[in-house]
């Protein structure tokens, strides 16, 4: 699969969907909240990219709603803890991204719908 680019933003690389552990992967994503949205950060939108490599180490880009979130500094350890104890991870670094700016329109129907946007 190719590196995609919205225009204007820099090169995101794709997600590695046809590894084995991606599903289990997205599923602990999906454990982690912003305390202040009651939707779970993957269908918020904020994971940009899931990285898997041969050796199991993933490698995170994700977002937040907003630079000032009051859970900035501690969001990203969320993630890796949620994602570390799937079996089989041998590793994980989540990176906090700026560019593409997060917006509504990057929530899932799911999202949009339990936050009434639907």
Known sequence: MPDTQLEGTPLIAPSTTD????????????????????????DLGLIY???????????IKMS????????????????????????GVKQV?????????WGMEMMSDEARLELGFM
């Open 93 to 101: 670094d989540v990176a906090l991204v700026w560019e593409p700016q």
């Open 64 to 87: 937040l709603t907003a630079p000032g979130c009051p859970v900035a500094g501690e969001m990203p350890g969320w993630v890796a803890d949620a994602v570390g104890a799937v079996p």
């Open 49 to 59: 990219t899931i990285h898997i490599d041969e050796e199991s180490a993933v490698d």
């Open 19 to 42: 590894h084995a552990l991606y599903d289990q992967i997205v599923e602990a994503c999906r454990s982690v909240y912003d305390p202040e949205i009651p939707v779970n950060i993957y």
